[in-house]
């Protein structure tokens, strides 16, 4: 029996992994489990973040993670973790690309777009082997449901234009493609947005 609740902090480890798995080409994977864990931590237990979860017999099968606001997320949580953020990330801001990334991810949130909603759903994941069972959906549905009790009108994502499947997705789930991004250059992202929940 699949149930979905919202995550704990607890459960950052395990969101962090299927993150690192399936969202492999984004950018946040590449700053490693210690960093996507402390990441989903943080929004578990953040009051304007949160994430859904989906599980079976205690195995977490996928999960949802939303933002009321980017900027002020990325901005709390590194000035709560400065430290610690500094000795997992070490070796790789030596890296010149990755530190062009960082500030990239840091400055497109401060980049506003014009009417588009601060709230912003990060990322949703299902496990390979439990795709097709509609868990996205009942996920994404959880994630409305939540949306609802914390008075979040509307709220965008951006994908990457390569990403066919998860475009569909967003598509069928109600998103209008508003706007298109580079958030990291040359590499060209659609901003959807749900508007009036």
């Not at 506003?112 to 795709?131: G, H, R, T």
């Amino acid at each position: 029996m699949i149930s979905i609740r919202v995550a704990t902090r607890k459960d950052g480890y395990f969101i962090a992994r299927l993150h690192q798995k399936y969202i492999n080409k984004g950018f946040l994977s590449i700053l490693g489990i210690s960093f996507l864990n402390a990441l989903y931590k943080y929004i578990a237990t953040s009051k304007e973040s949160f994430c859904i979860v989906a599980e079976e017999s205690d195995k977490i099968l996928g999960f949802v993670s939303m933002t009321e606001n980017v900027s002020k997320l990325y901005k709390s949580f590194i000035k709560k973790n400065f430290a610690k953020i500094i000795i997992m990330l070490f070796p790789k801001i030596l890296n010149v690309k990755i530190l062009k990334k960082i500030y990239e991810t840091l400055k497109y949130p401060s980049e506003k777009l014009p009417d588009l909603p601060d709230a912003e759903l990060l990322s949703i994941v299902v496990d390979s082997n439990y795709q097709g069972k509609n868990i996205s959906r009942l996920l994404f549905e959880a994630l409305l449901y939540e949306c609802d009790k914390r008075n979040i009108k509307s709220f965008k994502v951006v994908v990457g234009d390569n990403l066919a499947r998860a475009k569909r997705f967003y598509e069928k789930m109600g998103g209008k493609k508003v706007n298109e991004i580079e958030v990291h250059k040359g590499e060209k992202s659609l901003i959807y947005v749900w508007k009036n929940l």
